[in-house]
């Protein structure tokens, strides 16, 4: 399996936020999932535009801030669990949560 690269910006991200603990995540693909598509015969899904595909995109985000690494989210700090999407940083804060 191939490493996929990193935006630029995610190692300044990285290094400004070094001494504060906490985790990165961000999507790698976004509805397609070769495992269903192979075993569940499930076809990717086709977002009939690039409005539609943002709006599931932050929702995603959204949840997955809303839900943590282990379902800790509502416990842990706001920025504990930071998700980079479009060349932004998201927080819990940023979804008023």
């Known amino acids: 399996m191939q490493a996929t690269p990193e ?3 995610i ?3 990285k290094a400004a936020s070094e001494s504060e603990r906490h985790i990165n995540v961000r999507f790698l693909s976004f509805g397609a999932s070769q495992g269903a598509r192979i075993q569940g015969k499930i076809p990717a ?3 009939e535009n690039d409005a539609e595909r943002e709006a599931a995109v932050l929702l995603a985000v959204e949840a997955m801030l809303v839900y943590g690494s282990f379902y800790d989210g509502p ?3 706001d920025g ?3 998700f980079f999407h479009a060349g932004r940083v998201f927080i819990k ?3 008023g949560l």
């Open 80 to 82: 504990y669990h930071r």
């Open 75 to 77: 416990q842990r700090p």
């Open 93 to 95: 804060s940023d979804f």
């Open 45 to 47: 899904y086709r977002f």
């Open 7 to 9: 935006p630029p910006d």
């Open 11 to 13: 190692a300044s991200w």
